[in-house]
Nanobody, 119 residues
Framework: QLQLVESGGGLVQPGGSLRLSCAAS????????MGWYRQAPGKQRELVAS???????NYADSVKGRFTISRDNAKNTVYLQMNNLKPEDTSVYYCNIYLPKWFSGNTYWGQGTQVTVSS
């Protein structure tokens, strides 16, 4: 079974920074896509950023220029560096990994970590 363990959430003032980490363990194929999603109360879960094993990235328009996603393939870990945080970034952030169709096509989720941006 595959597990994702997130860390790094917390309370930060507007304009501040946080770094989220997510380590994957278990049955992992070397080629995959990892990402971060977020869900605020009463809203749908939305993609924040994703990154492939090869390093191709995708960002939501709302975080471009402020957030940076990266990964360490040797450690099966993905990071989200969040700078210039805004109150509207307040959400539960979920790590996600997608395994390619030729392996399983399954998607796995972490337990979520709370990010609160408030003065």
């Amino acid at each position: 079974q595959l597990q994702l363990v997130e860390s790094g959430g917390g309370l930060v003032q507007p304009g501040g920074s946080l770094r989220l980490s997510c380590a994957a363990s278990g049955m992992i194929v070397s080629i995959n896509t990892m990402g971060w999603y977020r869900q605020a109360p009463g809203k749908q879960r939305e993609l924040v950023a994703s990154i492939t094993t090869g390093g191709s990235t995708n960002y939501a328009d709302s975080v471009k220029g402020r957030f940076t996603i990266s990964r360490d393939n040797a450690k099966n870990t993905v990071y989200l560096q969040m700078n210039n945080l805004k109150p509207e970034d307040t959400s539960v952030y979920y790590c996600n990994i997608y395994l390619p169709k030729w392996f399983s096509g399954n998607t796995y989720w972490g337990q979520g970590t709370q990010v609160t941006v408030s003065s």
